[in-house]
């Protein structure tokens, strides 16, 4: 006699599901747990913890005080004067400042310029476009508000000591989430990176976390502001080549250089390369000999901590990155250092063996005379 079928309970089912269920929620959580640490180690090694640089200096270098948080650096054409764009970064509701430095000393005792009275001033990013009668066009990225971020607009009159600012106009968008740099392309036109692709302040930390690949670069023409480039991680300084052909830009996460080809028509843009640096990279200056200099965080944890207490250090690298007609690429390191000189280097200017070395935080600046003998080559 046959015998009748048993049919299953939902409870008995799930009863009998469990044993086979177990070993594989098992496999799952120890798979989560291995991606977890590896993530962790990943995250630890691309930050450069532990990492400490110098001390090194391919010649001598000279303390200069300044305004705190002298970021960005730019020495003008003929060598006279440089410009440096300080914020006082750990006091964002103080006013910031451009400060005329004069080259004809050294070292030399920075004076401000004005700038509009009445207009919310918080400088970062510097750029210059020189139009073809000679005319000076400054470019200076304006963080007004947490709502509002701008471009400013300067015509430079006068020259070396009696150099004075005119503010011609503003420029928003946007498209200006986070801007960090420029690069001029014309008097009113520019590339801009933003670090980061949101606007609160709290998601910049989930983006740093999780080294999301959020940054953009920004172009702006006659034509409007537009997207050029997007998916970097932390977008910093950017550069754009003597022959306007081509375009550096800088990953601070990544810790290196990206490489782009440029339309000098239409100003479109297309990544060609990219190059390893020992840290994550910051702003980009071009000299006119066409070698490019950057400011390098050595270590990310050290400069998160030197951002919160000024006690800490931040070690910081400087190199030089020449590439000859062949297209073959030079990187030499001519300045390093624990922290002990200058915390948190973030911009490094140079003309014809004087350089100037701008930090995030501190209140001074580094006055340095190089010697090439000195550099030392990077592999």
């Given at each position: ?241 003597r022959d306007g052909e081509s375009l550096v830009v800088g990953s601070t996460l990544w810790r290196m250089l990206l490489a782009y080809q440029r339309d000098p028509l239409s100003g479109l843009i297309k990544r060609t390369g990219s190059l390893a640096l020992p840290g994550g990279v910051d702003n980009l200056r071009l000299d ?92």
């Amino acid at each position: 006699m046959a015998k009748t079928p048993h049919l299953e309970s939902p409870r008995e089912a799930r009863a009998a599901d469990e044993p086979r269920r177990g070993p594989r929620l098992r496999v799952w959580w120890v798979f989560l747990a291995i991606v977890l640490v590896v993530y962790v180690l990943y995250t630890i090694w691309l930050g450069g913890a532990y990492q400490t640089a110098g001390p090194f200096v391919a010649g001598q270098c000279s303390a200069v005080d300044a305004p705190a948080g002298p970021e960005d650096i730019l020495i003008l054409p003929d060598g006279k004067a440089a410009l440096i764009s300080a914020q006082d970064r750990r006091n964002r509701q103080s006013d910031g400042g451009l400060w005329l430095y004069d080259l004809s000393r050294q070292p030399a005792v920075p004076q401000q310029l004005a700038v509009p009275a009445g207009m919310p001033f918080h400088p970062q990013g510097l750029s210059l476009y020189t139009a073809a009668d000679g005319t000076w066009y400054l470019q200076v990225i304006n963080n007004r508000s947490d709502e509002r971020r701008t471009v400013e607009i300067f015509v430079i009159e006068g020259e070396g000591s009696a150099l004075k600012l005119r503010h011609r106009g503003t420029i928003s968008s946007d498209l200006f989430i986070s801007p960090n740099a420029l690069a001029a392309t014309g008097p009113e036109s520019f590339y801009l990176t933003n670090d980061r692709g949101s606007g609160p302040r709290w998601m910049h930390a989930v983006e740093n976390i999780l080294q999301l690949s959020r940054s953009t670069i920004v172009l702006n023409d006659e034509r409007g502001a537009r997207l050029a480039a997007e998916d970097i991680a932390f977008a910093n300084g950017i550069a754009l080549g003597r022959d306007g052909e081509s375009l550096v830009v800088g990953s601070t996460l990544w810790r290196m250089l990206l490489a782009y080809q440029r339309d000098p028509l239409s100003g479109l843009i297309k990544r060609t390369g990219s190059l390893a640096l020992p840290g994550g990279v910051d702003n980009l200056r071009l000299d006119d000999e066409g070698d490019l200099w950057a400011a390098l965080h050595v270590n990310s944890f050290a400069f998160i901590g030197h951002a919160r207490n000024p006690e800490k250090q931040s070690p910081s690298r400087i190199v030089r990155i020449h590439s000859d007609l062949r297209g073959a690429t030079r990187v030499q390191e001519v300045f390093a250092d624990p922290g002990e000189l200058l915390s948190g280097a973030s911009v490094a200017a140079h003309h014809r063996g004087r350089l100037l070395i701008g930090a995030t935080f501190q209140p001074r600046i580094l006055d340095c005379q190089l010697d090439p003998a000195k550099f030392r080559d990077i592999d």
